[in-house]
């Protein structure tokens, strides 16, 4: 026979399903896809642009006010949409506590190292002489 348990209903039911948590991720989630198509497309239209140019030009073009602020953003849609995506997939498949904490945190602290380099390299290439 079960034992009764002593715990109440609010308390066996937490961190057991949706509390409206997730929400703003997946809009997150959607909102970056969204802005990263426009972005993606006007970055590869720029690489097919430039691909027979040499460096000092493609750096010159850069250094636009418009092309570092798209680029910019395209960096900051690009990780943080990076970031929600494998936050999901290690949430759902990693099993383990400490695995799952571990792999969110250095996922987490990887795409933001990642695009705070890209950022810093473009407005340092945007605001040199």
Do not use: N
């Given at each position: 026979?079960?034992?009764p348990s002593m715990r ?122």
């Open positions: 026979m079960a034992r109440s209903p609010l308390k066996r039911a937490q961190w057991l399903g949706s509390a409206k948590d997730g929400v703003e991720g997946w809009w997150m989630q959607r909102v970056t896809a969204v802005a990263l198509i426009p972005l993606t497309l006007w970055f590869v239209a720029s690489l097919i642009a430039f691909a027979g140019s040499d460096y000092a030009t493609f750096i010159l073009w850069l250094r636009a006010p418009f092309v570092t602020v798209l680029m910019v953003l395209l960096l900051i849609a690009l990780f943080h949409h990076m970031s929600l995506g494998l936050r999901v997939l290690i949430e759902d498949y990693v099993h383990s506590d400490w695995a799952r904490i571990s792999a969110v945190v250095a996922t987490q602290l990887t795409c933001y190292a990642l695009a705070s380099a890209g950022i810093f390299a473009a407005l340092r290439i945007s605001f040199s002489g």
